[in-house]
């Protein structure tokens, strides 16, 4: 688990105001919850079997997002370059980096986020000039932008995919759940972006307050590296 301080606080305010401005293509993700996202997220609208929609909605949002965020992009790449050591760049033919976005409600003050790893990369296509080893090297990347007053971060296990998968009655509609390991808590600080390999268990951990104006919104994006030698960004 790595930290990198990115952004300034000017920054910060022309992302979020960007992110506002195109609230009218904000998607609600849950009909009870108002959790909406800003851009195609693999792990919501791809499969294994199905992912036009992901591609769909990728082309669509695609462009929107690489107008208004392009210099976003830029930082999150040159500090992701410098954190690896290799070269980094945008998938070409993936969803960008897009953003999480939760408003105010009681029921985030219960663990509602899955416990899961990353490895939705398995479900999309790659393309011959993407061509990926799919059980390695791969990197998951969160960059806060606004957080509850109460603060936030992310729940952490120490069990790999490979030892989850070794433990009997391991998976429910709740994402991993006989996990007996201690949890750790990430503290999340706007601007200061979390960079971890994505294969340890893990989830976006509770409110620990609610306060009705409080706002989590956040960058999220992978990348996995190709074969020769370059980490893919996407969502």
Not at 74 to 93: D, F, I, P
Request: hydrophobic share 35%.
């Amino acid at each position: 688990m790595q930290s990198i301080d990115l952004l300034s606080s000017k920054d910060i305010i022309k992302t979020v105001s960007q992110i506002d401005d195109l609230q009218n293509i904000w998607e609600q993700r849950n009909d009870k919850l108002p959790f909406y996202t800003l851009g195609a997220a693999s792990y919501l609208d791809s499969s294994k079997s199905y992912n036009k929609r992901y591609y769909k909605k990728a082309d669509r949002l695609n462009p929107i997002l690489a107008n208004q965020f392009s210099w976003l992009y830029e930082k999150v790449l040159s500090a992701l370059t410098e954190a690896t050591g290799l070269t980094c760049q945008l998938a070409e033919h993936q969803a960008l980096p897009g953003f999480h976005i939760f408003l105010a409600h009681k029921k985030f003050l219960s663990p509602v986020a899955s416990r899961h790893v990353d490895r939705q990369h398995i479900k999309l296509n790659w393309t011959n000039n993407e061509q990926v080893d799919l059980e390695k090297n791969t990197l998951s990347f969160t960059l806060p932008l606004e957080l509850p007053s109460c603060g936030s971060g992310l729940n952490t296990w120490p069990e790999s995919y490979d030892d989850l998968m070794k433990k009997p009655l391991w998976y429910s509609s709740f994402g991993f759940t006989n996990v007996n390991s201690q949890c750790e808590y990430i503290d999340y600080h706007v601007g200061k972006m979390i960079i971890h390999s994505g294969q340890l268990l893990h989830q976006i951990a509770p409110l620990k307050k609610y306060h009705p104006e409080d706002r989590r919104i956040t960058l999220q994006g992978h990348a996995i590296l190709s074969n020769n030698g370059t980490y893919l960004l996407y969502w």
